[in-house]
């Protein structure tokens, strides 16, 4: 059974940090995009960072540049978010998503729809 699984949400101020991680398990994603993707109550699902199977190109939402930063780890089977400063529309539930259709590819998927697996989500709140 392939899972993902999301750690690292919570309360925070603005202007503080979060860290997230989420572990894969049943079947490896080393050479697959992975992907962050987030869900404000009342607001449909948003794309805020992905990257390619090597971490060689990655991508953010405008919305979360120069504040996020996405990485991985193959050996661990896991991918992060490093959020650094938080602001209240950061609020969200957030997933960690794989696209297990194309491997060993460049192309940085941006659209929950080249993504196959998702996890159930981690709550980030950041107060004002």
């Known amino acids: 059974q392939v899972q993902l699984v999301e750690s690292g949400g919570g309360l925070v101020q603005t202007g503080g940090s979060l860290s997230l991680s989420c572990a894969a398990s049943g079947r490896t994603f080393s050479s697959h995009a992975m992907g962050w993707f987030r869900q404000a109550a009342g607001k449909e699902r948003e794309f805020v960072a992905a990257?390619?199977?090597?971490?060689?190109?990655?991508r953010y939402a405008d919305s979360v540049k120069g504040r996020f930063t996405i990485s991985r780890d193959n050996a661990k089977n896991t991918v992060y978010l490093q959020m650094n400063s938080l602001k209240p529309e950061d609020t969200a539930l957030y997933y960690c998503a794989a696209d297990a259709t194309r491997s060993i590819s460049w192309i940085v998927p941006d659209t929950a729809g080249e993504y196959n697996y998702w996890g159930q989500g981690t709550q980030v709140i950041v107060s004002s």
């Open positions: 990257i390619t199977w090597n971490g060689g190109r990655i």
